[in-house]
C-alpha cells in the first residue's frame, strides 16, 4: 500500500517568514507533484518533478520553489510567507498515470 | 491548453435517488481520464480510471470522446457518496506526464 506523509497537518507562520513542508513516499515512485487546494479552485500544481534533482514549474510557481535531493523526499519551499498562501497543500506521487495523495497541511499564514 | 471543467460546485440529492457529476475536458490527444475522490477528514484516493472500465462503490464513468465528456453517475445514491469529486486527466506534457484536475463538485446525498 502506497504512503505518502507530510511533515505537519497544520501549521501557523507569519509574514515573511521561510516555511518547509516536506513530503515523503516509500514507494520508490519517480513523480512527484505539489499542490494547493482552494474551494472553488480545485487543486492547483505548483511545481512537479520526475527525477532527483530536477523539477517543473506547474502553473502556479509564483513565491514557492522545491527541492528534491532524494527519490523519495520532495520539498516546497515558500521563501517569505505571505498572507495569501493560507492554504491547504497537497503532495502526491504517482504511478502508471494514477496518483497518490499524503494527508495535506493546512497552512495559515498570519 | 488542456482543461478540466466541472460546472457544478455543489450537486444535492436524496438518498437513493440518481446522481450524475458532470465532466468535461479538452486536450489535444488521448488523455486519460480520472475521477478522484475525497470524503470528510480524508484524503484525497483514487476512484476510478476510464481505462479500467470498472464500477467502484457502485459509480460508473464512461468517456465521451465525441462530446469529450466523462460523467460520473450512480443509480441509487447512498448517504455515505457524500464528498467532494474531482475529475481529473492525465496526458504527456513538455515535462513528461503532467496531471489536470477541475474545480470539483462537492456531492451532498440528503436522507
Known amino acids: 500500500d502506497v504512503k505518502v506523509t507530510q511533515s505537519s497537518r497544520y501549521l501557523v507562520k507569519r509574514t515573511g517568514e521561510k516555511v518547509f513542508l516536506e513530503c515523503v513516499q516509500d514507494m520508490d515512485h519517480e513523480n512527484m507533484f505539489w499542490y494547493r487546494q482552494d474551494p472553488g479552485l480545485g487543486l492547483r500544481l505548483i511545481y512537479f518533478s520526475y527525477d532527483v534533482k530536477m523539477k517543473e514549474k506547474g502553473d502556479i510557481p509564483e513565491g514557492y520553489s522545491v527541492s528534491r535531493e532524494k527519490k523519495e523526499r520532495f520539498s516546497l519551499i515558500l521563501e517569505s510567507a505571505s498572507t495569501n498562501q493560507t492554504s491547504m497543500y497537497l503532495c502526491?506521487?504517482?504511478?502508471?498515470?494514477?496518483?497518490?495523495f499524503g494527508p495535506g497541511t493546512r497552512l495559515t499564514v498570519l | 491548453a488542456q482543461r478540466v471543467t466541472q460546472p457544478e460546485k455543489l450537486l444535492s440529492v436524496f438518498k437513493g435517488a440518481p446522481v450524475e457529476l458532470k465532466c468535461n475536458y479538452s486536450y489535444s490527444g488521448s488523455p486519460e481520464l480520472f475521477w478522484y475522490v475525497q470524503y470528510s477528514r480524508q484524503r484525497l484516493q483514487l476512484l476510478l480510471r476510464h481505462i479500467s472500465r470498472e464500477s467502484i462503490k457502485g459509480f460508473t464513468a464512461d468517456l465521451n470522446k465525441g462530446e469529450t465528456s466523462f460523467h460520473l453517475k450512480k443509480p441509487f445514491a447512498q448517504e455515505e457518496d457524500s464528498a467532494m469529486y474531482y475529475c481529473?486527466?492525465?496526458?504527456?506534457?513538455?515535462?513528461?506526464?503532467?496531471?489536470?484536475f477541475g474545480p470539483g463538485t462537492r456531492l451532498s446525498v440528503l436522507p
Open positions: 481529473a486527466l492525465s496526458g504527456r506534457g513538455s515535462g513528461g506526464q503532467n496531471f489536470v
Open positions: 502526491a506521487s504517482s504511478f502508471l498515470h494514477t496518483q497518490y
